[in-house]
């Protein structure tokens, strides 16, 4: 885990249930404390719990749509790479300039250009694929103006939005894995999961 990150303690899972109140709705832990009781407990309070984090964490206001991954924040943590990337622009970048990144294949909840604009005041994202995060959860949090998300077909080469923008500098492209080689390796796989994958 990177040293910088928030979540290498376990949080208090009885408090946060107490602070987010649609997780406290669901939450109930036989231990009361213990991190794997609250991420063993089902897809419900696993979306609940990384909205109460995302909330009262890092100040974003986000609903988790039920149809589509949960991004977790602790485990699998999207922070960390966020903070692996921040490192890496902290020792290429002045601070004073503004840094573009885009993410391709943000998912329906856009989770990395939104931490990491929460977490870096001159960051701006492009963020690419197919998702529901709407103009209005971008504005409710403020990061409308610095977040912009592009749907590209899937038969689309993946960078064709920024060609016609050749004097704007981007300092980095994050993407998220799984790939796939094959829609009969999406088919076979989504077999196993409780949810299916975020098709782009």
């Not at 991420?39 to 964490?57: F, H, K, M, W």
């Not at 924040?73 to 573009?100: F, G, H, M």
């Not at 500098?169 to 088919?187: D, G, H």
Request: one cysteine or more; aromatic letters at 8%; charged letters at 20%.
């Amino acid at each position: 885990m990177h040293p910088r990150n928030i979540y290498t303690r376990p949080p208090d899972f009885v408090q946060l249930a107490r602070r987010y109140p649609p997780l406290r709705e669901q939450y109930v832990s036989k231990s009361r404390s213990r991190e794997s009781d609250a991420l063993t407990l089902g897809n419900a309070i696993q979306r609940r719990l990384t909205e109460a984090l995302l909330y009262l964490d890092f100040h974003i206001t986000l609903t988790l749509p039920d149809d589509r991954l949960c991004p977790p924040i602790i485990r699998c943590s999207r922070l960390n790479y966020v903070l692996w990337i921040q490192d890496l622009v902290r020792a290429t970048i002045p601070n004073s300039e503004i840094v573009r990144g885009i993410d391709i294949g943000t998912g329906a909840s856009a989770i990395y250009p939104l931490l990491a604009c929460r977490l870096e005041p001159t960051w701006q994202f492009i963020a690419t694929g197919f998702l529901s995060l709407g103009t209005a959860e971008r504005e409710r949090n403020g990061l409308s103006d610095r977040v912009l998300i592009v749907q590209v077909p899937s038969n689309d080469p993946i960078l064709h939005l920024i060609e016609g923008h050749p004097s704007t500098t981007y300092n980095f492209t994050m993407c998220n894995p799984p790939f796939y080689s094959s829609a009969e390796e999406v088919a076979s796989l989504q077999k196993q999961k409780n949810m299916g994958p975020t098709l782009y």
